[in-house]
């Protein structure tokens, strides 16, 4: 099974077998040598884990960030600040 790879000076698309990933090939091409690495980075194996989605951790902030302005309005009608 091979791996799809894009030169980075032509923007060519190479297929290289899965042991290639993270050695020099060149574009056949162009002839530009450069690191072989899939569309996941270096070494990485298809069906490889995806980075998570950081949705949750951004709207668990955003809810802090909403608690702490109120919290400070509050103590400023309030006189305390």
Do not use: T, W, Y
């Not at 302005?69 to 600040?81: A, C, E, K, T």
């Amino acid at each position: 099974m091979g791996v799809d790879v894009r030169c980075p000076a032509c923007h060519a698309h190479v297929r290289v077998p899965d042991d290639a990933l993270g050695r020099n090939i060149r574009c056949k091409k162009c002839s530009h040598a450069f690191l072989a690495q899939s569309a996941q980075g270096i070494g990485a194996k298809p069906g490889a884990e995806k980075p998570k989605d950081n949705r949750l951790l951004l709207f668990i902030a955003a809810g802090l960030f909403v608690l702490l302005v109120v919290v400070l309005i509050i103590l400023r009608v309030s006189g305390v600040i």
